[in-house]
């Protein structure tokens, strides 16, 4: 199978996406980070599903874009709830939810790509 530009970005963007939030898991055991345990382990579920995103992307399976929804949900998630996790000022919240939100809209818009690069080129 041929991969797209397209999916190859896709790729590559989710699989530095697992990498960078993996890379927070491995900072506290180091004593580099003082992240709540909470915080640490949505780090390390976002980097699970950006790594099977990533996979999913590469091999364009069919459940690939619903591994980048579920990055994008759970990425959103934390972000939605790093306020109170990490007692932020209330000014500092509405830029959260703005992330959030902009989490949500590029993984729909990633997921459909994939679902359409998926569709022309299935797996054999």
Do not use: C, E
């Not at 949505?42 to 459940?63: E, H, M, P, Y």
């Not at 703005?98 to 359409?116: E, K, M, T």
């Amino acid at each position: 199978m041929r991969r797209t530009p397209g999916q190859i970005a896709v790729t590559v963007i989710y699989a530095l996406l697992a990498l960078n939030a993996w890379a927070q898991v491995i900072l506290v055991p180091l004593g580099r980070s003082g992240d709540p345990p909470l915080l640490t382990t949505l780090q390390f579920l976002i980097g699970a599903a950006a790594a099977v995103a990533a996979w999913g992307s590469w091999s364009a399976t069919k459940w690939a874009p619903t591994a980048i929804v579920i990055h994008g949900l759970t990425t959103a998630g934390m972000l939605a709830g790093l306020g109170p996790m990490l007692d932020l000022p209330g000014d500092a919240r509405p830029g959260l939810w703005i992330g959030a939100g902009a989490v949500i809209l590029w993984s729909l818009v990633f997921a459909w790509y994939l679902r359409r690069v998926v569709r022309r080129h299935p797996v054999s």
